[in-house]
């Protein structure tokens, strides 16, 4: 016969330890704690907020909807990671930096591992929609000195608020992209185009989330940059134009106050626009 | 321009205040208060265990197979949930019940609403197949008065582990299951089989999970039931076969021990097993 005084029986008030008692001891000692404490918060906002049953049958129904969009081209998860804040907060957690060096920021859905390198100062719009920016800085260490064979990777949309990758049929292929490696100076310089801002996809589950949360889809324009450097560590960021009305409201939460940067007219008759910025890089990690 | 000042910028200290602060003012409050606490929650979790941005990639993938996997004969979120105990925590949250009263239990996914309407005493082992068993007991009110007009609904595994539904070439459509209602006196008697133990589906990402964390997929034997009645709260609850091997640790915490019913033998020479169990309603909420 089972003993019957022995079973750690479900209760409410006990819920997190009746199931978090069921784990082996042999199982991976990371995944223990990541689960008990996934657990332990998981049941801590069920009796939070007395989650309704129509509530938990609507979540399910909305995971399963979310896990339905998700195919090749569209990462519907991802979306939801990323505008809950969840995204930004893992990459917060795994690139705490000292002060002064360049900020990290979340990769997002649109990098390409092998785009075209090109000298400093070329172009990489190859459609040649949209207004023309030059960009231009160093790649320095804390010290101000400048890094050499660092490789900058750069990855923007189009004037229309689209990566090359999401119009294969319209833009060429590699549009807004390019590999830049660093001379002695640690300077960096290319031509593209002022980025303008978009909306995530929002035609899914995720959407449906922004819209009854009140919230909007879009992000303020940005030019991603992925700076690498031999003993370094590695940096994946954004920078974003000062004057975007989306500044302040990232449907991502992917803006720091030190990625802003100015995005400013030429002197006058030039009607190229100009954003400097210097990428600041600390040791990689032993 | 826009006032930088007046951006609540990202910060790993001030998340869940960042992601909050952007639900709009006209928004649902009930949605709203869910969101808040979810956050909440889920931003702790990262922090209490420094979640790693490779931990994140697996839990991305993770939730996109639990999609892919689901379809309309498999719910591989309502198994995520029921094996973290979050579904019998929330069927708790929403069936608290003075002493006395049966306790409730989830309903999971094997119940069908159109079972065939059986007079007192029939049999619902449709295939034969099974160790005979009569299950009989009283619907009754608090008082222990009987309550007429009770419908109760039950259904269960066959003697090979599997419901009807998971089997339909194999198995006699509405095998195991009937609907019965009560007379004056309150009482119900029907005849199945002695309840099985049967592994959940277990060979999708959940089962994975399970193996990960040194847990087996199995329920305890058990007899689905869910009483109506006319002015009581609907009861959706197991009785569990007292000297089951996986009583002490049903993959999906339904077990509850006012729920754990003795299966006995008749007298000498009868072979058909007995199992009783009364079901005591509490009044609906008006």
């Known amino acids: 016969m089972i003993d019957r005084d022995s079973i750690n029986y ?21 995944l223990a704690e990541v689960m008990a404490s996934l657990v332990k918060h998981l049941h801590a906002f069920a ?13 399910i129904d909305f995971l399963t909807r979310t896990g339905h969009m998700c195919d090749e081209n569209r990462q519907e998860f991802i979306l939801l990671s990323d505008t809950l804040g969840f995204s930004m907060l893992v990459d917060a957690i795994n690139h705490r930096r000292p002060s002064g060096a360049t900020e990290n920021t979340v990769l997002g859905p649109f990098h390409v591992a092998d785009a075209p390198r090109y000298a400093m100062g070329q172009n990489i719009s190859l459609d040649g929609v949209g207004e023309s920016c030059f960009f231009s800085g160093r790649v320095i260490d804390q010290n101000g000195n400048p890094i050499e064979g660092a490789t900058i990777d750069v990855w923007s949309d189009n004037a229309n608020g689209y990566y090359d990758v999401q119009q294969p049929d319209i833009q060429p292929r590699f549009n807004n992209r390019g590999i830049f490696t660093t001379g002695p100076d640690g300077h960096y310089s ?12 929002h035609d899914g589950p ?3 989330m922004l819209t009854a949360l009140g919230r909007h889809p879009n992000r303020p324009a940005h030019m991603h940059f992925m700076v690498t450097a031999p003993g370094y560590e590695k940096i994946i960021t954004h920078t974003f134009v000062d004057d975007d009305e989306w500044l302040t409201s990232d449907a ?27 990428f600041v890089m600390t040791d990689a990690v032993a």
Not at 190 to 201: A, C, D, E
Not at 252 to 278: C, P, R, Y
């Open 206 to 208: 995720v959407g449906e």
């Open 10 to 30: 479900f209760t409410e008030d006990g819920s997190e330890g009746a199931v978090n008692a069921r784990m082996g001891e042999d199982i991976n000692p990371r």
């Open 190 to 201: 290319f031509r593209g185009i002022r980025p303008v801002s978009y909306p995530i996809p």
């Open 47 to 59: 009796k939070d907020i007395d989650l309704k049953q129509t509530e938990w049958d609507y979540a």
């Open 252 to 278: 991502v939460f992917g803006v720091k106050a030190s990625l802003i940067a100015a995005v400013e007219q030429g002197k006058e008759g030039d009607t190229v626009w100009k954003s400097s910025f210097d």
